[in-house]
Nanobody, 122 residues
């Protein structure tokens, strides 16, 4: 199986920056797309940013120009650099990976991290 562990959340003032990391571990054959989602209280989980194994990226309109997603394939790790943070960015941020575990006959599964809280004060 594949485990995702996030780190880097916390409390920051508006205009500040945070960097989230998510490391995948376990019996991994390959990881395809990786991404970050967020869920604010009372709202649905939404895509923030995603990146393919070939480094193609996709961003929510609300974070374009402020957030940057990147990955280190050798370390099975994805990052989210968040700049110019706003109070509306406050949410639990979840890492997601579409991965093929070893021995799964090349079947891809969807994996989620436990979430990390990001709080932006005004």
């Amino acid at each position: 199986q594949v485990q995702l562990v996030e780190s880097g959340g916390g409390l920051v003032q508006a205009g500040g920056s945070l960097r989230l990391s998510c490391a995948a571990s376990g019996s991994i054959f390959s990881i395809n797309a990786m991404g970050w989602y967020r869920q604010a209280p009372g709202k649905q989980r939404e895509l923030v940013a995603a990146i393919t194994s070939g480094a193609s990226t996709n961003y929510a309109d609300s974070v374009k120009g402020r957030f940057t997603i990147s990955r280190d394939n050798a370390k099975n790790t994805v990052y989210l650099q968040m700049n110019s943070l706003k109070p509306e960015d406050t949410a639990v941020y979840y890492c997601n990976a579409a991965a093929i575990p070893s021995g799964s006959y090349y079947v891809e599964y969807d994996y989620w991290g436990q979430g990390t809280q990001v709080t932006v004060s005004s």
